[in-house]
């Protein structure tokens, strides 16, 4: 395995500009209202997002579509409408903590969550149960539209695979990569992490498709896979 090595801000842009050129602006997160997105982040969790739509369609059509209806709802009214999501006994669990957190502490409104202040906001999240650091983040930079980069496993492999330098394993390490290095601007975390995630989802999968990725030039294990021959037929050597 090559050297790790510490990515410049200007190479990270450089991995932005590619993916964006690659894939065009991914219109994140598939939502209508804050409401949705916090719902849709707790249902995401450890499943796809195809499984999520039904079961957030299945939540209007049974009428569970305020924080209010959420907490009021007996619980397998609740189960039966995100079965889609997988998971859903705990996941009902979360979106009844979250709506009682919401409800008890903010009068049922996110907009008034949303007015504390970034650092504070996400550590309250973190405080309710079922919210980790990606739903955490996903939650204060797609609802609240305040700046938290949201890292994911998709992120975390492929910076493990451009062969950039981490300080440690954990989700916060990965995180600081990205928000020391760019500058602090919502719309900015908000696509990048669209892109990656997309990128992660279809070409830097399990199994890579180095051969034709839009990073393969600035990608260490892209370039042990397939060679320093394929990086000069394709012009960027
Ligand atoms: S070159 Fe291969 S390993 Fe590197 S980012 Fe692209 S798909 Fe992933």
């Known amino acids: 395995m090559p ?3 510490n990515p410049s801000p200007e190479l990270l842009m450089q991995v932005y500009e590619r993916l964006l050129a690659d894939q065009g602006p991914r219109h994140w997160w598939p939502a209508e209202s804050p409401f949705e997105v916090i719902v849709g982040a707790v249902l995401t969790q450890n499943t796809q997002w195809r499984t999520v739509s039904p079961a957030l369609d299945r ?3 049974a009428d569970l579509w305020t924080w209010e209806k959420i907490l009021a709802a007996k619980t397998p ?3 039966e409408a995100i079965r889609p999501a ?3 006994n705990g996941k009902a669990r979360k979106l009844k903590e979250f709506a009682s957190f919401v409800v008890n502490e903010f009068e049922g409104s996110q907009d008034a969550l949303f007015e504390l202040d970034t650092s504070v906001l996400r550590e309250r999240l973190l405080g309710v149960w079922g ?3 990606e739903t955490a983040d996903d ?4 609802a609240a539209n305040k700046p938290s980069f949201v890292m994911d496993k998709y992120t975390m492999r492929i910076v493990d695979r451009l062969g950039w330098r981490v300080s440690g394993k954990k989700y916060a390490d990965y995180q600081r990569l990205f928000s020391e290095r760019l500058p602090v601007d919502v719309p900015l975390y908000n696509e990048y992490h ?3 995630d997309g990128h992660g989802a279809k070409v830097c999968r399990t199994q890579p498709k180095c051969a034709g990725c839009c990073l ?3 990608c260490a294990t892209g370039k042990g896979n397939l060679g320093q021959n394929a990086l000069s037929l394709q012009g960027r050597g």
Not at 139 to 142: E, M, P, Q, S, T
């Open 3 to 5: 050297r790790k090595t």
């Open 59 to 61: 939540m209007k059509a």
């Open 77 to 79: 009214v609740l189960v």
């Open 86 to 88: 997988g998971y859903f």
């Open 131 to 133: 919210i980790g650091e």
């Open 139 to 142: 939650i204060v930079l797609y």
């Open 194 to 196: 669209a892109l990656v």
């Open 216 to 218: 393969f030039d600035l």
